[in-house]
């Protein structure tokens, strides 16, 4: 039986394509971009002065209960600590740095330097707190010159500080116990404002920069995203235009996405802002022992727009399955449900689909799209009829896309007023990341789903970068090969990584999800991942595992003939893995030839599975 989806108010979208004689297209759509505030202090101000008594940001204390600030309240504490920043002397060329994670003083201190005019740059806490050689840190710290650092507990950022802070560079810390030496965030609030943030504040314009977001560094050393006003309100005008009900109802957001990351940080929290919604700070994370904290806010707090990574959907749906009340208040308000950073697997999204018919008699419809820290984020977007993993739709209000024919695929490159300007104080690297006509260059491949029917959309069709050819120039093309074994392979599987580069056959090398293949072993905790991944269930899980994906294949490009399983995860300092989890596909190969190496051996070592 088919059912519907709730009712929900969305935008429409018209595509338009146009052909050129090079063999390039343009893909935009007919509806044009609303008009947008040419500042986000407009919208703070907006709900201050509308709806002073809302809660904008909320977030529970010591004591488990919810400290929440009103939008009345977040500007009155955000000029006084704009009168702090100026009083720092700080400015775009000795912006604020942001080391720790997700807080209310956080958000305010941001808040604080985009109301006069100072670029903040919030940096992952995993280069502060799991890195131990700080590379990554001390590369943002020179390249942004910073006037201000701000950290949570001094204690636990001590180390990296006395490894990066400049002489010159003033810190507060929300908890200095111990480091008398440090600015107290509480004292900041202190400080009154004077004509001075009033004059600063009306000198912020469209252009004026917000924030340097830094790429994840997978490539290679982080980059500065510059992100102005202009960008940030344009996407949130295209994501609204998607999704109008955001505006008829204020948004409610459960949400523990870093930051530090375009997802949570602009996309997330720009959606509360630009609609006058609530925040609510989840503490939790996808990971065992973390997540609970999640379920506890869902619990208590319903969203009406949830978003997450597919490890978050797929933790959720376990827990919404043995718990009712849970489940009648997660699906209550829930208008939509969005996800981005990895595919979602087919059977997390039907097991959802099938929740919310059993509580609602309807399904929620879950979108996706396509974007990138320099698109602000949001680029693309996937209809609620195609969305499915991989789909990435159609563009966003006032967006054109490039499709450029690269290697047998299309590239995709992206043009409109929520794109960067460039990489901050790196004119070579934005030189190349621009073609002649101002496209920024995503680097991803994207493919029509019905080359008669534009109105269908695209479907993601890998990264350009990561594609390679076998011994016999046959191309492998990584990204939707990597999906379907990941697909085969679920639950067991966190992450693989590909092998064969002019090699005569495809391999792979396996990050299993080290809780499932213990509960698949019947295993204790006590045994570690050699033995767990060693364990004769494991073993023929994964040999079941290649044939499924043989049976599916159509030739060498997509048979994959031997696997390895990793009992060592990817590790940050290598650059093997960003702080969101992304894989780097290269690094993994290059720091980890030796295990390639054994993949290829005749005969192979017993550590390699292989077909047949």
């Known amino acids: 039986m088919l059912h519907p989806f709730r009712d929900v108010h969305l935008g429409t979208a018209t595509a338009q394509l146009v052909s050129r004689d090079d063999g390039t297209q343009l893909l935009s759509i007919e509806e044009p971009l609303g008009d947008y505030p040419a500042t986000l202090l407009e919208c703070l101000e907006r709900w201050a002065s509308e709806a002073p008594e809302r809660t904008f940001v909320a977030r529970r204390d010591a004591s488990g209960e919810w400290l929440r600030l009103s939008y009345a309240d977040t500007l009155s504490r955000v000029r006084c600590l704009a009168q702090a920043l100026l009083n720092h002397e700080l400015s775009v060329e000795r912006p604020l740095v942001i080391l720790s994670g997700n807080s209310i003083e956080h958000m305010l201190l941001a808040l604080a330097a985009l109301y006069v005019g100072v670029p903040f740059a919030p940096i992952s806490p995993a280069y502060s707190l799991v890195s131990r050689d700080y590379a990554k840190l001390r590369h943002i710290v020179e390249l942004l010159t910073p006037g201000l650092l701000l950290v949570d507990k001094a204690k636990d950022f001590a180390p990296a500080l006395a490894a990066v802070q400049p002489a010159d560079c003033g810190c507060v810390a929300v908890d200095p116990t111990g480091f008398p030496n440090l600015d107290a965030f509480e004292a900041l609030l202190d400080t009154p404002p004077t004509e001075a943030v ?4 009306a000198a912020v314009t469209p252009d004026t920069i917000v924030k340097f977001l830094f790429t994840s560094g997978s490539t290679g050393m982080p980059k500065g995203v510059i992100n102005t006003h202009r960008m940030l309100c344009s996407n949130q005008e295209m994501l609204a235009s998607l999704m109008p009900f955001l505006r008829d109802q204020p948004p409610v957001l459960v949400d523990w996405l870093p930051w530090n990351h375009t997802f949570g940080g602009n996309h997330n929290i720009g959606i509360a802002l630009y609609n006058g919604g609530s925040l609510y700070i989840d503490d939790g994370r996808p990971v065992p022992g973390e997540f609970e904290k999640t379920i506890a806010n869902l619990r208590e707090i319903a969203p009406t727009v949830y978003f997450n990574v597919p490890k978050g959907f797929e933790i959720l749906v376990d827990y919404l399955k043995r718990e009712d009340a849970l489940r009648e208040t997660f699906f209550s308000r829930l208008n939509l449900m969005f996800f981005a950073a990895a595919g979602l697997s087919q059977h997390i999204w039907d097991e959802l689909d099938r929740l919310a018919v059993q509580t609602l008699g309807c399904k929620v419809g879950m979108l996706t799209g396509l974007g990138a820290t320099e698109t602000a984020p949001s680029a693309m977007f996937a209809s609620l009829e195609e969305s499915k993993s991989g789909v990435v739709g ?11 024919p690269n290697s047998g695929k299309l590239e995709c490159r992206v043009k409109g007023p929520s794109v960067m300007p460039g990489y901050w104080r790196q004119p070579e690297l934005t030189a190349k ?17 019905d080359p008669d029917d534009p109105q269908r959309g695209m479907r993601f069709d890998g990264r350009i970068s990561e ?8 191309w492998v093309s990584v990204g939707p090969l990597r999906a379907r074994i990941i697909e085969a392979g679920a639950p067991h599987v966190k992450d693989v990584v590909i092998a064969g580069i002019d090699k005569p056959y495809i391999s792979v090398m396996v990050f299993p999800d080290l809780e499932k293949c213990r509960e698949l072993a019947g295993l204790g905790r006590e045994a570690d991942a050699a033995t767990v991944l060693a364990s004769e269930p494991v073993r023929e899980r994964f040999r079941q595992m290649l044939r499924d994906l043989d049976a599916h294949s159509t030739g060498s490009s997509t048979r994959v003939r031997r696997l390895v399983l990793l009992d060592e995860p990817p590790r940050l300092d290598a650059h093997e893995v960003t702080d969101k ?15 390639v190496e054994e993949l290829y051996r005749e005969p192979p070592p017993p550590s390699v599975l292989q077909l047949g």
């Open 198 to 201: 009033d004059a600063a504040r």
């Open 394 to 404: 159609l563009p966003a209000r006032g967006v054109t896309i490039k499709l450029v």
């Open 433 to 449: 990341s621009f073609d002649e006509e101002g496209f920024y260059c995503l680097g991803d491949a994207v493919k029509f789903i």
């Open 467 to 474: 594609d390679f050819k076998l011994d016999t120039g046959t």
């Open 581 to 595: 989890g992304s894989i780097n596909q290269r690094a993994v190969l290059d720091n980890r030839a030796a295990i």
